[in-house]
């Protein structure tokens, strides 16, 4: 039995770069791949935005906080978290599709609502492709529950939740 994964904030100018640059393309090449069998793209090399964040992901996600989930000295998972208004947007979690279903993704979520709920956010929020129909329900089995849309792209659901009564503090400046 693989012991639990560490999520801890990841070091990019250090020994995780490569680790995220690879979680970073698998998620990017999985996502495009199932946005071109759904008609929402063209199939091909990754548009130049995506493509950015797998080259050089501290400098294309420095307006963020990048997480990683460790487990046996291998990154196996990664969250990408951005404060927006009171609430803390959850972007890229992905977890390596050999480590799936092995409580990877659960640590990370439970990472994130107590980094969140430290730092004083009132909920947390996401956006995820209305076909990941497990995606989805992991996240409502979660609290999560559908939110008027911020998105513009067709066929996201947003969904939100707030963070635990009790253990955000007032100070909402982290």
């Known amino acids: 039995m693989a012991t639990p994964p560490l999520v801890r904030p990841a070091v990019l100018d250090g020994p995780d770069a490569l680790g995220v640059s690879a979680l970073l393309a698998d998620y ?3 996502t ?4 071109s ?3 929402l793209a063209e199939a091909g090399d990754l548009p130049q935005r995506y493509s950015a964040e797998v080259r050089d992901p501290a ?3 420095a307006h963020g906080e990048i997480l990683v989930a460790e487990q046996e000295g291998e990154l196996v998972g990664m969250v990408v978290l951005h404060r927006t208004g ?3 947007e959850i972007k890229r979690l ?3 599709a050999a480590h799936r279903r092995s409580g990877v993704g659960g640590a990370l979520m439970a990472d994130v609502v107590t980094r969140s709920a430290a730092k004083g956010a009132a909920g947390l929020r996401l956006s995820v492709w209305d076909w990941r129909v497990a995606a ?3 996240y409502r089995t979660q609290g999560f529950v559908d939110a008027p849309s911020w998105e513009s792209r067709e066929r996201l659901v947003c969904l939100r939740r707030p963070c635990p009564a009790g ?3 007032d100070d909402r400046s982290a």
């Open 94 to 96: 992905w977890v390596a």
């Open 32 to 35: 495009e791949s199932e946005k």
């Open 59 to 61: 400098a294309a996600l």
């Open 37 to 39: 069998a759904h008609g």
């Open 136 to 138: 989805v329900e992991l």
């Open 28 to 30: 990017h090449s999985q």
């Open 167 to 169: 253990s955000a503090r």
């Open 86 to 88: 009171d609430d803390v």
